[in-house]
């Protein structure tokens, strides 16, 4: 755990804050349980199936793999649909609505985690930006049109041995062809990113209100940099401040911010007795 002078400055941080904002990378779902794809070998543990056919989360997480495997891809999208369906968010979330709620303009959030756990701990949908989609929305495979549709109507069926959905893949609405997530994915053109460009739109015209913005940043690597880059961005193009915690990538950058080496729930606690 990181040393309390830095747990102080963080508390004094969020103190003096007028917005909250969350930005959350995948380690912050690890505290409630969600497995860590960093790297092939977190990825093989959660699926063995894969595991044993060699197969890389880049090229399962694919557009490629719904066009050749739809069984084989759905299995695994649809085993994550169920597990994010089924998790209950760990304590850190409710510390940082607790946060928010102390602050002239309230907390957002920016994460690339496509699970919903934001909205399942009660975030306000209309100020979260998931920048790589939600897996509870889907779209057509081709994609025929812009339209996105929610997922809460397919209930998948999976064989978790060999990771392979077991009743009939979703289709589109429109040209009965297959859906998939709506998730930006590797080698993905068929994205269709209206959803998030809204989610977009409403966080800029929020950012462009505030004097005092604070990223409170959790779990994001410097693989997929999507988060980080956020949080820079805030930092030199809103005067914001940023409070990193990630238990291995913890440098802050800045000695005006603060980085706390530890995992998402430890950070946020230690922060909170502080406050």
């Given at each position: 755990?990181?040393?309390?002078?830095?747990?102080?400055?963080?508390?004094?941080?969020?103190?003096?804050?007028?917005?909250?904002?969350?930005?959350?990378?995948?380690?912050?779902?690890?505290?409630?349980?969600?497995?860590?794809?960093?790297?092939?070998?977190?990825?093989?543990?959660?699926?063995?199936?894969?595991?044993?056919?060699?197969?890389?989360?880049?090229?399962?997480?694919?557009?490629?793999?719904?066009?050749?495997?739809?069984?084989?891809?759905?299995?695994?999208?649809?085993?994550?649909?169920?597990?994010?369906?089924?998790?209950?968010?760990?304590?850190?979330?409710?510390?940082?609505?607790?946060?928010?709620?102390?602050?002239?303009?309230?907390?957002?959030?920016?994460?690339?985690?496509?699970?919903?756990?934001?909205?399942?701990?009660?975030?306000?949908?209309?100020?979260?930006?998931?920048?790589?989609?939600?897996?509870?929305?889907?779209?057509?495979?081709?994609?025929?049109?812009?339209?996105?549709?929610?997922?809460?109507?397919?209930?998948?069926?999976?064989?978790?041995?060999?990771?392979?959905?077991?009743?009939?893949?979703?289709?589109?609405?429109?040209?009965?062809?297959?859906?998939?997530?709506?998730?930006?994915?590797?080698?993905?053109?068929?994205?269709?990113?209206?959803?998030t460009a809204v989610q977009e739109a409403r966080l800029?015209?929020?950012?462009?209100?505030?004097?005092?913005?604070?990223?409170?940043?959790?779990?994001?690597?410097?693989?997929?940099?999507?988060?980080?880059?956020?949080?820079?961005?805030?930092?030199?193009?809103?005067?914001?401040?940023?409070?990193?915690?990630?238990?291995?990538?913890?440098?802050?950058?800045?000695?005006?911010?603060?980085?706390?080496?530890?995992?998402?729930?430890?950070?946020?606690e230690a922060i909170n007795a502080s406050l």
């Amino acid at each position: 755990m990181t040393n309390t002078t830095d747990i102080a400055r963080a508390a004094t941080l969020i103190d003096q804050a007028d917005l909250l904002l969350v930005a959350a990378g995948a380690g912050m779902g690890v505290d409630s349980g969600l497995p860590d794809f960093r790297g092939n070998d977190g990825f093989w543990k959660a699926y063995p199936a894969l595991a044993k056919a060699r197969l890389a989360f880049a090229s399962v997480a694919s557009p490629r793999t719904f066009e050749e495997d739809a069984a084989l891809a759905w299995g695994f999208y649809g085993h994550r649909l169920q597990l994010y369906r089924a998790t209950v968010p760990h304590a850190g979330f409710a510390l940082l609505k607790d946060w928010g709620a102390r602050m002239a303009h309230g907390v957002a959030v920016f994460t690339s985690n496509v699970d919903g756990q934001f909205q399942r701990a009660g975030f306000d949908p209309q100020r979260i930006l998931e920048c790589h989609g939600s897996i509870h929305h889907l779209q057509c495979l081709t994609p025929c049109c812009e339209a996105i549709w929610p997922a809460d109507g397919f209930v998948p069926q999976i064989d978790d041995a060999a990771c392979r959905l077991l009743n009939e893949a979703p289709v589109c609405p429109h040209c009965g062809g297959l859906a998939r997530p709506n998730i930006l994915m590797f080698g993905d053109g068929g994205w269709v990113e209206r959803r998030t460009a809204v989610q977009e739109a409403r966080l800029e015209a929020l950012l462009a209100k505030v004097r005092r913005p604070v990223v409170v940043e959790l779990g994001a690597g410097v693989a997929i940099p999507s988060v980080r880059h956020f949080s820079q961005r805030v930092v030199r193009d809103y005067g914001g401040r940023l409070v990193r915690i990630n238990p291995r990538e913890a440098g802050a950058g800045s000695a005006l911010d603060v980085g706390l080496a530890c995992g998402a729930l430890a950070g946020l606690e230690a922060i909170n007795a502080s406050l």
